[in-house]
């Protein structure tokens, strides 16, 4: 055998151990990308859920919102004279 044909085998050789690592790798990608695109889908349908779970709430809020609404004045006018009871004790103590 001559050189010449000794390097084209080489080169051949050398060119299939690339090709056969570039599909090796391309289709660990491809598993890869499958793994995500069903985790996507496993994500969107699980939003889907809560959307649709939580749309109850919707009417809901504006109640509950007005009821702490009045909560919180009450609790302001309470946290207005237990202020003036302590004051008041204050001085009494004094």
Do not use: C, W
């Amino acid at each position: 055998m001559n050189v010449g044909v000794i390097l084209s085998i080489l080169t051949l050789l050398a060119a299939l151990i690339v090709v056969l690592a570039l599909v090796y790798f391309l289709a660990r990608i491809i598993l890869a990308l499958r793994g995500a695109n069903r985790n996507l889908y496993q994500l969107a349908d699980g939003l889907v859920k809560i959307e649709q779970d939580t749309q109850p709430l919707e009417g809901k809020l504006g109640t509950i919102n007005g009821a702490l609404g009045q909560l919180l004045t009450g609790l302001l006018s309470v946290n207005a004279h237990l202020a003036s009871v302590v004051k008041m004790l204050k001085l009494e103590n004094q």
